[in-house]
Nanobody, 114 residues
């Protein structure tokens, strides 16, 4: 059974930074392409960044140049470095595999506000 545990969210002012982490257990992490998704209130969940098992990254246009996705296969951990945060980045952030495991973690809340 796969478990995904996201952490690192919080309240930050516009222009600030946060680093999210996602620890994956039971999901063959090192051979999976992985992604960060987010869901804002009243909106559909959207994919913001993806990384292949070999480390190739892709980003949604809305976060390109501000967010960096990375992974540590030895620690079964996915990261998202978020810089120059904007109020529109406010959402619950989730990680999952591509295609998804089917189960989701609890997510981590990111709130960007002055």
């Amino acid at each position: 059974q796969v478990h995904l545990v996201e952490s690192g969210g919080g309240l930050v002012q516009p222009g600030g930074s946060l680093r999210l982490s996602c620890v994956v257990s039971g999901g063959l992490f090192s051979i999976k392409d992985m992604a960060w998704h987010r869901q804002a209130p009243g909106k559909q969940r959207e994919l913001v960044a993806a990384i292949s098992s070999s480390g190739r990254a892709n980003y949604a246009d809305s976060v390109k140049g501000r967010f960096t996705i990375s992974r540590d296969n030895a620690k079964n951990t996915l990261y998202l470095q978020m810089n120059s945060l904007k109020p529109e980045d406010t959402a619950v952030y989730y990680c999952n595999a591509i295609p998804t495991y089917g189960a989701w973690g609890q997510g981590t809340q990111v709130t960007v506000s002055s």
